[in-house]
Structure formats: C-alpha cells, structure tokens
C-alpha cells in the first residue's frame, strides 16, 4: 500500500463548488504539505503543517483552507472553486525539516 | 526571499550517454537543504538525491550526483549512463534554515533518445 494516499485521483466540478480534497499518510510523520502544480511553474506550496495544532500558509493560500484532522489526515478545500484553481495538487510529508519530502500521487483537479 | 532558477525548459540526451541538469538557487540563508525530483509522465514526484549546503562533500546515489558550487549558488544533477527510464521532467528544490517550506523551480523536461 502506498504511503501518502491522496483522494480523489481526479475530480470535475463546476464554478461555485466547495470541494475537498484528502491526504492520508502511514509514514508516521508529522510534517504535511499541500502544493499545487502548474505546468512551467512548477510546485507552489499552498499551506503547511508540523503538527496537528500548527497550520500554516505557504505561497499561495488565498482561496484554499486546510483541516489537520489527525497526524495521519491533511485536507485541502476550495470554499468557492474557480476555473483557474485547475491544477495538480500534491500531499507531501516529511520526518524532519532536514529531510526529503515525500509525495502523494497528485490529484487532478479541474474547475469548469 | 528563496529561489530557484532552471534555465533549461528541456534538455535531450544520447542513451548511454551522461547529462547534466542546470539549478541555480537564491538564499540569504546561513543553513539550507538542495533536493532533486524526477516527475515521470505518470505524474508522481521521486526524491532523487539531497545536498545540504554544510555538506563538504557532493552527494552521489547511485548514477545521479549533484555537482554543488557553493560560492556560485548551484546545484546541479549530473546523470551518469542514461537510461530511457530517466526521461521526466526534474525538479531542483531548496529548504531554508528553518525548513518552513520548500521552494521549486520550474523544472527540466529530459528526454532520452535511443
């Protein structure tokens, strides 16, 4: 079984929508990232969290709110989705800050 | 502020044949941690190698090493003998001092020819 799994794989939805997206890890770490990726722009880091009771915003936040719902449970919602939040998003987690971080199987999101 | 720069949208190789994947990185950092990723077409994003920025030594995992100029800011991949496999697109990366967050650049797309 994988260790970071993000759900769901793809999703569809239309202006407007509130949409969550899930990231689940067995790694054990408690280190958790969402990123969101842009083709030529690479990952932007939306938000971050080193614990359950800390939360923080990264590059990007406007638009997304995150939920640390247990060690092992990162979620990421679009309060209002709008077309250009079509993108991949990543769940990431990492030991330490002195180590890799390791990524989820990205969720493909678009926005009509 | 972090950055990475990747001057290099794409990149072609000869099987067999070595290549080298330009990073160059911003920081005003006294401490900081340099990763490479390899994305497939598939998608999923691979850590390939980390280089910490006390480190004297270049690390080296198995054909990828990193070829880290300190005084020049970069720190770029060299793939030894490469495969079809390695064609991805890759992704430099860099931690700050407190590891708050990462910082990517736009990546390489490499292709491998036959």
């Known amino acids: 079984d994988a260790d970071v799994t993000q759900t769901p794989r793809n999703r569809i939805t239309k202006t407007g929508k509130r949409i969550m997206l899930e990231c689940s890890q067995t790694?054990?770490?408690?280190?958790m990232y969402w990123y969101r990726q842009d083709p030529g722009l690479g990952l932007r880091l939306i938000y971050y969290?080193?614990?359950?009771?800390?939360?923080n915003k990264g590059e990007i936040s406007d638009g997304y709110s995150v939920s640390r719902q247990a060690q092992a449970k990162f979620s990421l919602s679009l309060e209002s989705a709008i077309p250009n939040q079509t993108a991949l998003y990543f769940c990431?987690?990492?030991?330490?800050?002195?180590?890799?971080?390791?990524f989820g199987p990205g969720t493909r999101l678009t926005v009509l | 502020a972090q950055k990475i720069t990747q001057t290099q949208p794409g990149m072609f190789v000869q099987e067999k044949e070595a290549v080298t994947l330009d990073c160059t990185y911003d920081?005003?950092?006294?401490?900081?941690?340099l990763f490479w990723y390899k994305q497939p077409s598939s998608g999923e994003m691979i850590f390939l190698i980390y280089?910490?920025?006390?480190?004297?030594q270049n690390a080296t995992e198995g054909r990828y090493s990193l070829n880290f100029q300190k005084a020049r800011k970069s720190a770029n991949l060299v793939i030894s003998a490469s495969q079809l496999g390695d064609s991805a697109m890759y992704f430099c990366?860099?931690?700050?001092?407190?590891?708050?967050?990462?910082?990517f650049g736009p990546g390489t797309r490499l292709s491998v020819l036959p």
């Open positions: 990366a860099m931690r700050g001092h407190y590891g708050q967050n990462f910082v």
């Open positions: 969290s080193f614990d359950v009771k800390d939360i």
């Open positions: 280089q910490g920025s006390y480190d004297q």
């Open positions: 790694k054990g770490h408690d280190r």
């Open positions: 920081t005003s950092d006294p401490s900081y941690g």
């Open positions: 990431a987690t990492s030991v330490s800050n002195y180590n890799e971080q390791f």
